[in-house]
């Protein structure tokens, strides 16, 4: 292994330097010539302009319908709250008439079905032999928007 030594040494303001200085429209952005306590001129990076502060937000009026919107809500929770109360209250007695309702449902089924029976049982016991009428109809026409001509027989 073979150690290599290197020698460190400074610039010193008396020794002529092997670049020459950097035109303006070379420094990049961001970096501008300074002047240090010493003396000595330099470049250095610069910190970033402080951003601009943002706008003041400017107050606006606050629209009816939102004045509105906020002035039912309250009224309306309340008028759920107390609808919910008043059928938790009702509870019963809506059951009660559920179940009443289902009961008259089915008293006008059994009546729709008993009073044609209880009519043809009561009308063959008579028994009068009087025989009921027949009437006949008969209704044509022709075409679809055509006139229609009927009969009526006794």
Excluded: C
């Excluded at 601009?52 to 009816?64: D, E, K, R």
């Excluded at 809506?94 to 289902?102: E, G, H, P, T, V």
């Excluded at 075409?143 to 027989?153: E, S």
């Amino acid at each position: 292994m073979h150690d290599t030594t290197y020698q460190i040494t400074t610039l010193t303001p008396q020794q002529p330097t092997a670049h020459a200085a950097m035109l303006p429209h070379e420094i990049p952005p961001g970096v501008q010539m300074v002047t240090l306590p010493g003396g000595h001129r330099t470049l250095a990076y610069t910190p970033d302009q402080a951003p601009s502060a943002p706008p003041v937000p400017v107050a606006q009026p606050i629209p009816a319908w939102a004045k509105t919107t906020a002035l039912l809500a309250p009224t309306i929770g309340g008028g759920v709250a107390a609808t919910g109360i008043g059928l938790s209250y009702a509870a019963p007695g809506l059951i009660a008439m559920s179940q009443a309702l289902w009961a008259t449902v089915a008293l006008i089924a059994a009546g729709a079905i008993a009073v044609p029976f209880l009519l043809r049982t009561t009308r063959s016991s008579t028994g009068s032999g009087q025989s009921a009428t027949h009437i006949t109809q008969n209704i044509s026409a022709t075409g679809l928007f055509g006139r229609a001509n009927g009969t009526i027989n006794h």
